[in-house]
């Protein structure tokens, strides 16, 4: 049986889950979600899809997951790839997931909505600074566990990277300048050549072109 | 051998890890970080304890772990408690830890620093605004799961409320009002009947009372 996912283009979060499922080798499609259109607020998506109103979610059957980690997470034990060599590995991968949803993609994801996807006279320009402040810290740290690494645990692509790189190949700007940063900058270009790697916008349906 | 947690009162991320190790039985012991001194930024610090300058850390004989969530994952995996039943309630749980640090833990943690531990005059006020809308919404997807549930997940308390409720006992102010939130006060109330719970300031060294 296929694996659906419902997403869309210009969610990383959702990203993260839909290139686990890209690169794992696993059949799969996505089912777009109008979320710009309000369908994740809709009674019928809470009652059908995420009873919390969330994107992505995967259906696998019976199995119904939200929470890209989670889908993650269960795309490495159906495939066997991305989840690290030992428990020690796996620890380490969902240390950095955890750290990637508390201080990286959190602050990108909404930083990058409220710049790109509100009108600019309603963007909260404090706001924006102090997130921008904040991920500028959460970029260095990255850089620096980037030195002389291919990969940020162990030695090859895991869920680490695959949660990490979510909000970092998008073109909207919101404050991440990757020349700025040259060991991500190298990290994104080497995902970016793994077999099967696509663009958010190419892997997903919808993108603010669709909307332009 | 006892488990050793580098810790400290005023951080809810350090009081889920050190919630989990007190009520699993294992025997640990606190050590304390001097966070407000600068502690997690010296080179020692750095060198010693995390490279990442993260607390809490967990130290067990040759295992070192950071991360609230992967130290509970570990205090699951030698206690056998709190990790859910199965496979699904191992990803239920696992699904409200990364929407805990990613929609609530994180911004509550931030919107109490900026409140409290921050002079008057730097505290930048339209990104506590914004803050305490977004964790409005938060505290209210809280409340709606716990309706006739007494845990989050499954029947029993777990990891998913070790981590949701890490810095909901705090007495300083940050805009969340308990009374406001009927399933979230008697589900705190709950964890706080559990034998052996304790106030973080009990369970941690360092409160704000230290430093006045």
């Known amino acids: 049986m296929t694996i659906k996912l419902h997403c869309f283009g210009e969610s990383g979060n959702a990203y993260k889950a839909a290139l686990a499922l890209e690169l794992s080798g696993l059949a799969w499609e996505p089912v777009k979600v109008d979320f710009f259109g309000g369908e994740t607020r809709s009674p019928e998506y809470r009652a059908d899809v995420n009873n919390l109103g969330e994107a992505p979610v995967m259906i696998d059957g019976d199995v119904k997951l939200s929470q890209s980690g989670v889908i993650q997470d269960y795309v490495s034990e159906k495939s066997g790839k991305f989840g690290g060599k030992d428990s020690a590995e796996r620890r380490e991968i969902l240390r950095w997931v955890l750290w990637d949803n508390h201080k990286l993609s959190s602050m990108a994801g909404m930083t990058r909505f409220l710049m790109n996807f509100l009108p600019e006279e309603k963007q909260p320009k404090e706001v924006i600074a102090f ?57 994104l270009t080497r995902i970016s050549e793994t077999e099967g790697w696509k663009h958010p916008y190419d892997l997903m349906p919808g993108s603010p072109a669709d909307r332009a």
Chains 1, 2 share one sequence.
């Open 131 to 187: 997130n921008q402040g904040r991920l500028g810290a959460a970029y260095e740290l990255l850089n620096n566990q980037l030195e002389r690494r291919d990969w940020i645990v162990g030695d090859s692509i895991t869920n680490a990277d695959l949660s990490c790189c979510g909000y970092l190949y998008y073109p909207e700007p919101f404050g991440f300048d990757r020349s700025a940063f040259p060991n991500i900058d190298a990290w």
